[in-house]
């Protein structure tokens, strides 16, 4: 049934070896932090054990090997998400850090009071502090694309949003409703109106092919860990003629081409902004993920997701009928793998502290999203979230330990 075989992918991950509670792993996580697969730590302990150095600076043997697989994975990278150019490619600690970038390097430059950024309702903290920052203190105007009764982006006056706006800052997917927009036309409209496109691809790059040039995006910001790759490492890219004219970002070693009493000139693209030494193993692991993701084929992921997706809405609603509610579309070809509930009478917190008894993890709260847990009337959900190493099985296991919550709080 499945388009993967999970088996098999499964025994990749030494974690799937172990138990919790004298329970089989169940991980119903990814949305949150991806597991590691065997060859992405083996890597990252070949790159400790034996190519080990700072990198950029050293002309000797193992600081060349260190530099050129540090580089090596900024070129997978590129490749993976159709890149124009390696250079494109800045590394960052994290999503987060790639969107804080463009707020204070980009947009401190370019916005001035009285100039909007448009925002939608299902953004991430990452996607909405930064901005709420930036209108703080230089009187940026916030505006806010909302949402349908059917929880994708209401576009109906996305023309007077973009009227005037400079930059349209919006998630490729939701990290709560797994909602998946449309990042083209949304682009096409922001280039219509001025304005450019940040895109927050963190949830959709580890699960959808993705391709930059085609998004016809200005910025797209994700992270190394929901990939299947270490913490501690991110990405922005950005097109050449914009990370060209933006300012620096960090100060210090790596970013500066010379420094002297009365200045400093920048590197080239990208160490301009990879100011200090930079994750350097973490980039390797990040290139093993890359390059064992790209083996399975991400048409063969995002299939994958869809099936287990669909699996997960119909048995959810078969089972539980209306003592659930779902949030977040049904129909599996507009949304992704992370699918947020709510049972009713029973707080979040407590379905996820027992579901762990069956060794079930899944994450409970806002998912730092707080304005779309308003807009949706809720304090918290709880949310599972699959990935290549999830199948049908962890479905089912979902489903029996919700079930024994059920009977638990006697709802
Ligand atoms: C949609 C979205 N954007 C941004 C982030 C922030 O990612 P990171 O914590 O890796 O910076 C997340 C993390 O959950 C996310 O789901």
Not at 96 to 109: G, P
Not at 125 to 139: D, F, K, Q, S, T
Not at 142 to 171: E, K, N, V
């Amino acid at each position: 049934m499945s388009a993967l075989d999970v088996a098999t992918i499964k025994r990749d991950f030494p974690i799937f070896g172990r138990e919790v509670n004298g329970k089989r792993l169940v991980y119903l996580d990814s949305a949150a932090s991806a597991q590691k697969p065997v060859q992405v730590l083996d890597a990252m302990d070949d790159a400790y054990r034996n190519h080990y150095a700072n990198i950029h600076r050293g002309v000797y043997t193992i600081a060349e090997e260190a530099t050129a697989a540090f580089e090596d994975a900024r070129r997978k990278v590129a490749r993976f998400v159709n890149a124009p150019a390696a250079h494109e490619i800045v590394f960052t600690r994290n999503a987060t850090e790639s969107i804080n970038l463009v707020a204070y390097s980009w947009a401190r430059a370019n916005l001035k009071p009285g100039d909007a950024v448009v925002l939608s309702h299902m953004e991430h903290h990452a996607n909405v502090v930064p901005w709420h920052i930036l209108a703080a203190e230089r009187g940026i105007e916030l505006r806010w694309i909302p949402m349908t009764p059917d929880f994708r982006l209401d576009l109906s006056d996305l023309g007077s949003l973009l009227d005037g706006a400079r930059l349209l800052a919006i998630s490729a997917m939701s990290n709560v409703l797994g909602t998946i927009n449309d990042i083209r036309p949304l682009a096409d409209a922001a280039h219509a109106h001025g304005a450019l496109i940040l895109v927050d691809a963190c949830q959709f790059v580890p699960h959808v092919a993705t391709d930059v040039q085609h998004w016809d995006a200005d910025f797209v910001a994700f992270s190394s860990h929901k990939i299947l790759g270490p913490t501690g490492i991110g990405v922005l890219w950005s097109r050449t003629e914009i990370l060209e004219a933006m300012p620096p970002f960090l100060g210090g070693g790596e970013m500066i081409r010379d420094v002297r009493l009365d200045g400093f000139t920048t590197n080239d693209l990208p160490w301009k902004f990879e100011a200090g030494t930079p994750a350097i193993v973490e980039a390797v692991g990040f290139g093993a993920a890359i390059d064992y993701i790209t083996a399975i084929g991400m048409d063969a992921v995002r299939a994958h997701e869809r099936l287990v997706t669909r699996y997960a809405l119909e048995s959810l609603r078969d089972r539980f009928d209306d003592s659930l509610t779902i949030y977040g579309p049904t129909d599996v070809d507009v949304r992704g793998g992370a699918v947020s509930f709510l049972f009713d009478g029973i707080h979040a917190h407590d379905i996820s502290q027992v579901l762990d008894e069956d060794a079930v993890c899944v994450r409970a709260g806002h998912h730092c999203a707080k304005p779309l847990m308003r807009q949706l009337g809720v304090p918290a959900t709880t949310r599972a979230s699959f990935y290549v190493y999830n199948d049908e099985a962890d479905v089912d296991a979902l489903i029996e330990a919700l079930e024994k919550a059920q009977k638990f709080f006697a709802v």
